[in-house]
């Protein structure tokens, strides 16, 4: 049986902080600001951010590249006692990855109103008829990951009107 591990209010700020961090270099490599971070008995087992861009791959997400350097450095599909740090809630593909590692809790930053699958649009993790269930804990540093969200699509959509207005000259 899983141990959901449990966290200091310092230590989940620290982690969070280490996949805020991560979702840092993802906007410096011109990915979607998202940042993830896998634990274990205290320490970080694996760390990533969205490649979407760099590897040319849908599933690509910061979520699903933890829990595959999670799975290699722990030797096993089973993420039992271990936690998941995102900056950003869940999607549905990442929320199934979740649940099928059997991740026994989720701490995520901000919202995603259009496609979360935690909270905002769909309650995955906790939905009593499947046969594992995540304990979630929304909104960790969540305006911090949102306010790189925000700061990412600005600057696209600033870029985009400056080639606009470039063009139309």
Known sequence: MSQIPTFSDAQIDYFMQVALNEAKLAANEGEVPIGAVIVKDNQIVARAHNHREAHQLATAHAELLAIEAANDALQSWRLEDTALFVTLEPCIMCAGAIIN??????????DDAKGGATRSLYQLLEDERLNHRVVVHPQVRGDEGGALLQDFFGQIRAQRKRNK???TL
């Open 101 to 110: 590692a059997r991740v026994p809790v989720v701490y995520y930053g901000a």
């Open 165 to 167: 207005k470039s063009q």
